[in-house]
């Protein structure tokens, strides 16, 4: 007799199992969405809201210019250091606006773990834009920890970036000076750009390096390589004063060193020409002791190039009404360039501007002179000066088209009546019309 088959126990999963395995893959898939897509769809929202550093990131990085950025770092640098291993995998990534966020919140941080992927990543900088970010994020970490990253990458004869000859020049240390000292004074290498986008040698910036530096051997070296130096050398020295962070306030808040400012009185009686010019034209920057007679002394000079280079150098700033009285006084002087340059001079004089002077120059034989006069009486003069008008008009018959233009500009400005706008226009059509008979006035 043959046995029975035991029919099959049917097992069937168990109800819950059914519903929360699709939900679980569901909400697994709008999780992934969400994570990926919310940063571009809801940026603003993910920054205030996101419990994770990636999404925020990832959401100022979705705009140009990024309206989060602020907002982000400032929640970011409220978390402390806990963000700091989230942030570092941004430092290498070509994301402009998430690398920014990322230097906002390393500046208000300090941490080790910071220093050596922040210099790495201005060491491989290729970008058109200035690292200021990099910067800010390197200066704001322990001195002693970024002077051991740094030194060994500034090395005479290698590529030195801008960027980190600027942390250099920011940080107290006295191990940096002798390398900077060293890079200095060596003949023209490259290094890349800076933040307004120029090229400049490297011996230029660790001049500018050292004048910025806190250190109180940095003023020695700067003296020293002027001592002793080419030239070249002297006008690096120069160029790097010019240049130095001190120059952006023109307040006395921060004063250049005593012994600075005597080397560059100094240099205005150097044997060198250009190096008596350099030194000259950075006096309009700063108060230095007895520059405004060395200045006005070397500006009635018989050479041909002094004048100019003292007239530059003059502010009224720093060397009175003496300095007003000698640019007006060279608006008159035989040499056109040193009238150029006295017009140059004038935007620095707060609410003056000699109409009378620059009224004669607008019937100069020189045409950069007109122009220049032009310009002058447009950007600073009293609209309502009634010598103004007749004058612009007159000048619309200039045979210099771009002053012709720049003459129209200027008398539609001071036209107040309909009368005088006709003649302006009128004016401005009889002459398009002589250059283009057939054309349009447009």
């Known amino acids: 007799m043959v046995d029975a088959v035991a029919p099959v126990s049917s097992r069937r999963l168990p109800l819950w199992v059914i519903?929360?395995?699709?939900?679980?893959?569901?909400?697994?898939?709008?999780?992934?969405?969400?994570?990926?897509?919310?940063?571009?769809?809801?940026?603003?929202?993910?920054?205030?809201?996101?419990?994770?550093v990636d999404p925020i990131v990832r959401a100022v990085n979705e705009e140009e210019g990024s309206a989060h950025l602020e907002r982000a770092s400032e929640l970011l640098i409220a978390r402390g250091p806990a963000v700091i291993p989230h942030l570092i995998p941004w430092v290498?990534?070509?994301?402009?606006?998430g690398q920014k966020l990322v230097g906002s919140v390393f500046s208000h941080l300090q941490d080790d773990r910071i220093v050596e992927p922040t210099t790495?990543?201005?060491?491989?900088?290729?970008?058109?834009?200035?690292?200021?970010?990099w910067v800010d994020a390197l200066c704001a970490q322990d001195p002693t920890t970024v002077t051991d990253h740094i030194l060994p990458h500034l090395v005479a004869g290698s590529l030195v970036r801008q960027a980190l000859l600027d942390v250099a020049g920011r940080l107290p240390g006295e191990r940096l000076i002798p390398a900077l000292t060293v890079l200095m004074v060596q003949p023209g290498t490259w290094g890349t750009e800076d933040s307004q986008g120029r090229f400049r040698e490297t011996a230029e910036v660790a001049a500018e390096a050292l004048v910025n530096s806190p250190?109180?051997?940095?003023?020695?070296?700067?003296?020293?390589?002027?001592?002793?130096?080419?030239?070249?050398?002297?006008?690096?020295?120069l160029d790097g004063i010019a240049n130095g962070d001190w120059a952006d306030d023109q307040t006395e808040s921060r004063k250049l060193d005593q012994r600075l400012q005597q080397l560059l009185l100094a240099a205005m009686d150097d044997a060198d020409q250009s190096?008596?010019?350099?030194?000259?034209?950075?006096?309009?920057?700063?108060?230095?002791?007895?520059?405004?007679?060395?200045?006005?002394?070397?500006?009635?000079?018989?050479?041909?190039?002094?004048p100019r280079c003292a007239i530059f150098g003059l502010h009224p700033k720093w060397h009175g009404e003496a300095a007003t009285r000698r640019i007006v006084e060279a608006l008159h002087d035989a040499d056109d360039r040193v009238r150029l340059t006295a017009i140059s001079v004038l935007r620095r004089i707060d609410q003056f501007c000699?109409?009378?002077?620059?009224?004669?120059?607008?019937?100069?034989?020189?045409?950069?002179?007109?122009?220049?006069?032009?310009?002058?009486?447009?950007?600073?003069?009293d609209r309502n000066d009634p010598r103004l008008f007749p004058a612009f008009v007159k000048l619309m018959d200039d045979p210099v088209l771009d002053i012709f233009?720049?003459?129209?500009?200027?008398?539609?400005?001071?036209?107040?009546?309909?009368?005088?706008?006709?003649?302006?226009?009128?004016?401005?059509?009889?002459?398009?019309?002589?250059?283009?008979?057939?054309?349009s006035d447009e």
């Not at 699709?22 to 898939?29: D, I």
């Not at 999780?31 to 897509?37: C, G, M, S």
Request: glycine fraction near 2%; charge should be negative.
């Open 354 to 381: 000699p109409t009378s002077e620059l009224l004669d120059l607008l019937s100069s034989p020189n045409a950069e002179v007109r122009m220049a006069a032009c310009n002058e009486l447009y950007r600073n003069s």
């Open 92 to 97: 290498q990534r070509n994301e402009y606006w």
């Open 19 to 52: 519903i929360a395995a699709p939900t679980a893959c569901v909400l697994t898939g709008v999780f992934v969405l969400l994570w990926f897509k919310l940063p571009t769809w809801a940026p603003a929202w993910v920054v205030e809201h996101s419990p994770w």
């Open 120 to 133: 790495v990543a201005i060491l491989e900088w290729d970008e058109v834009m200035y690292p200021r970010h």
């Open 215 to 237: 250190c109180p051997s940095a003023v020695i070296a700067l003296v020293e390589a002027y001592t002793d130096g080419s030239v070249a050398i002297r006008r690096r020295v």
């Open 275 to 306: 190096v008596r010019c350099s030194a000259a034209q950075i006096m309009h920057l700063l108060f230095v002791s007895g520059a405004d007679a060395r200045l006005l002394t070397m500006s009635k000079s018989t050479d041909e190039v002094d």
């Open 405 to 439: 233009h720049r003459a129209h500009n200027a008398a539609s400005f001071v036209a107040e009546s309909t009368e005088m706008k006709k003649i302006v226009d009128e004016k401005f059509r009889a002459r398009i019309m002589h250059l283009n008979p057939f054309g």
